[in-house]
Every structure is written in structure tokens, then in C-alpha cells.
């Protein structure tokens, strides 16, 4: 028996394309313009799977709770699409669609629908049932909303994984406001930017008297938190003694503010972000591997920018269109050249480079035409030097060569006193190197250095006493 499918729209093209993807799979379909010409057919014979818009959707999810829904919706945004998943449909199209992708969402649709509806059965049966906007219409960000709108209603805790800048904070704020929590107490907290002998008192909050200079009681975020949600970034910076704290919150939902005694409760969702991979700091007993499957019930990877083309553009529209005004420029359109520009460079930064790559050039902006000469120096030299292909597909030009290397390996071995040492020396010296560069990028600040390298503080604190470096506000690359 053929499976069916009802489809609720006036667009004839979106009619088309259906019918053809519907032939393809064999499927019956039934076509209406409105909703309330289909209210016979849906209380008598519901279909296998219903298409529609995300108004219609609303009554149709009234009327059959348990009905299989597959959405089409114009390229607005995540909102619709966050609501419609959370809500119960299945799957949503942005339109225009091409009939083969649109086919492929109907045959996944449909076998969907046959898993609610029909069990599964292994044995015989018995005779005797509003959050800020994100910007993204990419496919790996159609796939984040998704996410959002499947894990925010169910209330686990999540991490939220990529590299710093693709705007990980914004999509922990989004599962907040799609949550049962939305109206409850909700705090942020950038593990990297405390130090590591305050986080604790941070956290879970302190006694009066419980080190030097806690001349009164401090109330944690635990506990402003209570009943509410608390992001923490850069959650692979906490300290192992913290961790173990926390730890212990989120498995019987209890602590003590440091220098106490009483016994606290507190149930708070955690929602945690980090651009390290933390299964490398697990087996570099860096993080502790319990803690993170209690973080890991539910988790979203972003992309980072350079492998989402078309947000590039998007994203380059809208900080115009939100920063034109308040600084001082009228641009309206974007001169041919300065697209493919942006398209070309990596954006190592991501979101938060390109947001600030635009708020540049708007300030030096003349007329209503974005111009290439408005740029950045270095967006506009790198996707000159830069062969065009995808975004970041090629290495930085400063990365170094293997003539480079061979060159370094060739002076190391030239040293008899090295001989038998030379991995030893070798890593020494690079690893030596790479931090002193950190250091001189991040101005002899520790946290952002250990960002980039991909360690924690501790770790690079440790590295830099081993290797004899000097930290100051400024790294002298010749010392």
C-alpha cells in the first residue's frame, strides 16, 4: 500500500516539485490550497506525513498531536525553525528546493513516520499503547537549529563545542529561551577569564573568612542560579579540584560555599561551551572524563566560519544594516569586488572577526557604497595572496615550510653534544618558539595564549617555567 502524503500550500511551483519528488518515491499524494479543506481527510484517514507552513502547522499540530509534519518556510531565519522542531515537525525546508533534495527529506520523513506509528516488535505480542537572533542560513547551521529545538525543551545538561568566535554563547542563550527555564534566573560565566584561586568562590560562593580578603559572605552562581541555567564558557579552563566539585553538583544537585560547613541544594541546568577538544585534556588528565559525559548528555558542534559560505554574506549584511547608524556611515549596497573578498579570507576569528572586520571599515566608510578600500589590510592582502577555491582551504602564508623545518633539523643535528637528545631538543625548541610567539599576539596575556595554544593556564604556566621564558605586559622575541 503506497504511503501517503498531504501537502497545504497555493504555490503552485512548491505543488510541482512535490508531485515529481512523491512520483519518485511511489507515494500517494493530496494536494489543498487551505487547511480547512483537508479537515475531513485528517480526522477520517490521517496521512503518513503532512507539508505545510509553519502557520498551518500550529492548527494541524492541534488537531493531530501525533501527526508527522514536514515544513517549508522561506529563508527568514532560525526562530520558525527552532519553534517548529521544538514543537514536534519533523524536519523544515528552506525554499527553493530542488525536487532531488526535496525527495530525499520525504523518503526520511516517511520512515519516520512508519517508526511512530507502527512498533517495533521482537517477540510475539500477547493477545490479551526571545533571544537575539542568530544569523545562518548554511546547512551546518540548519542542522544547529535543529539541535536547539530538539534538546532545549528536554532538560539535560549540554556542551556546546567550536572554535572561539563562531558565537557559542548565542546558541546557549537560544536553547535558554526555547526552554521550560526561559523564565528563570540565568548567569554566564567565561571559566578562562577568573583566575584560578577565585573560581570556586565564583561557583559555589564563599564564607566570611574563608581566605584572605573575604570580608563577607559571597553568594555563587549555584545558588543565584537556583531552579535556572548557568553557561560556562571556556569550561575546559576549570581546575581539576573545581571540576570535582562540580562534579558534585551535577550528580546529587549538592555543595558547600567554600570555608563552610552547611550542605546547599541547588538544581541548576548547565548549558558548557569550549573551543579545547576535551578528550585530549581527558588523557592528558586535564579534565576529568566523568565530568564530561555529565556535561556530554547533549551537544552541538558549531561550525567555524570558513565552512559556512553563505553566512559570511548574511552576516556581512546584517553588521552593516546594525552598526550603520551608530557609526555614523549610510552604506547600502556592497560594491561586486568586496564579496568575493570576504568569501576568499579564513576568518580565523570567525563571527567575532568578521563583526569586527565590518564595525572597522564602516568607520573609514565613505558615501553608501561598501568599497573593497574600506577593509582591513589584512582581510584585503590575505584574500589577495589567497588562491580562490573554498574559504580556508589554504594554510596561512606565515605557516612554516619544510624547508623551514629541514633547516632547523639540519643545525640540531649538526651538534655532536645532541646526539642521542635530538627529538628531545627538537620539541623543546619549537614548543620554546610557539609560546613565546603566543605571547608576544596576546601581549604577554596568559589566558588568550593558552586559547591558542590549546592548553590550559595551568599547563602554560608550567611551560614557561620549564623553558625559562620572561612574561611581562610585552615577550621580547630576541631574549
Given at each position: ?43 477520517a484517514t490521517p496521512p ?122 548565542l546558541i546557549a542563550r537560544a ?305
Amino acid at each position: 500500500m503506497a504511503e501517503t502524503v498531504l501537502l497545504i500550500t497555493e504555490d503552485s511551483g512548491i505543488v510541482q516539485k512535490v508531485r515529481d519528488a512523491c512520483r519518485e518515491l511511489e507515494a500517494s499524494l493530496t494536494h489543498v490550497g487551505v487547511l480547512k479543506d483537508a479537515v475531513s481527510e485528517l480526522s477520517a484517514t490521517p496521512p503518513d506525513l503532512i507539508l505545510c507552513d509553519y502557520a498551518t502547522f500550529e492548527v494541524v499540530r492541534k488537531q493531530l498531536p501525533r501527526a508527522c509534519v514536514l515544513l517549508y518556510t522561506e529563508p527568514a531565519g532560525s526562530e520558525q525553525a527552532i519553534e517548529a522542531i521544538k514543537r514536534g515537525a519533523i524536519d523544515y525546508l528552506v525554499t527553493p528546493i530542488e525536487t532531488v533534495v526535496l525527495a530525499q527529506h520525504i523518503r526520511e520523513a516517511l520512515r519516520i513516520s512508519r517508526d511512530i506509528h507502527v512498533p517495533a516488535v521482537y517477540e510475539q505480542p500477547d493477545e490479551d499503547g526571545a533571544v537575539e537572533r542568530i544569523i545562518g542560513q548554511s546547512p551546518a547551521m540548519r542542522e544547529v537549529y535543529k539541535l536547539i529545538g530538539r534538546i532545549a525543551p528536554r532538560d539535560v545538561n549540554v556542551l556546546i563545542t567550536g572554535e572561539s568566535g563562531t558565537g557559542k554563547e548565542l546558541i546557549a542563550r537560544a536553547i535558554l529561551h526555547h526552554s521550560p527555564r526561559k523564565d528563570q534566573p540565568y548567569h554566564a560565566l567565561n571559566c578562562a577569564a577568573i583566575p584560578e584561586t577565585l573560581i570556586e568562590s565564583e561557583l559555589f560562593g564563599h564564607e566570611k573568612g574563608a581566605f584572605t580578603g573575604a570580608a563577607l559572605r559571597r553568594i555563587g552562581k549555584f545558588e543565584q542560579c537556583d531552579c535556572g541555567t548557568l553557561f560556562l564558557d571556556e569550561i575546559g579552563d576549570i581546575p581539576l579540584a573545581t571540576q570535582a566539585k562540580l562534579l558534585r553538583v551535577l550528580q546529587d544537585k549538592t555543595f558547600q560555599r567554600l570555608g563552610g560547613t552547611e550542605l546547599m541544594m541547588s538544581n541548576v541546568r548547565i548549558i558548557g561551551a569550549t573551543h579545547q577538544p576535551l578528550e585530549t585534556l581527558i588523557e592528558e588528565k586535564r579534565f576529568r572524563q566523568d565530568l564530561y559525559f555529565r556535561l556530554k548528555v547533549a551537544s552541538i558542534d558549531v561550525q567555524p566560519l570558513r565552512e559556512r559560505e553563505v553566512d559570511v554574506v548574511l552576516l556581512a549584511h546584517q553588521f552593516v544594516r546594525r552598526y550603520n547608524r551608530s557609526l555614523g556611515a549610510d552604506i547600502r549596497s556592497f560594491s561586486p569586488d568586496v564579496l568575493p573578498v570576504l568569501l576568499k579570507y579564513a576568518w580565523p576569528g570567525n563571527v567575532r572577526e568578521l563583526e569586527n572586520a565590518i564595525k572597522a571599515a564602516l568607520v573609514v566608510a565613505r558615501g553608501s557604497v561598501f568599497r573593497l578600500e574600506f577593509l582591513p589590510d589584512h582581510v584585503r592582502h590575505s584574500a589577495e595572496d589567497r588562491p580562490a577555491g573554498r574559504p580556508g582551504s589554504e594554510r596561512s602564508t606565515a605557516a612554516p615550510t619544510d624547508a623551514d623545518a629541514r633547516l632547523v633539523a639540519e643545525k640540531l643535528i649538526a651538534q655532536p653534544a645532541l646526539d642521542g637528545k635530538l627529538h628531545e631538543t627538537a620539541t623543546a625548541v619549537v614548543e620554546r618558539e610557539i609560546i613565546r610567539v603566543c605571547l608576544v599576539r596576546t601581549q604577554g596575556q596568559l589566558a588568550p595564549a593558552a586559547r591558542m595554544l590549546g592548553i590550559s593556564r595551568t599547563t602554560l604556566r608550567k611551560r614557561i617555567a620549564l623553558h625559562g621564558i620572561r612574561t611581562t605586559t610585552s615577550i621580547d622575541l630576541d631574549t
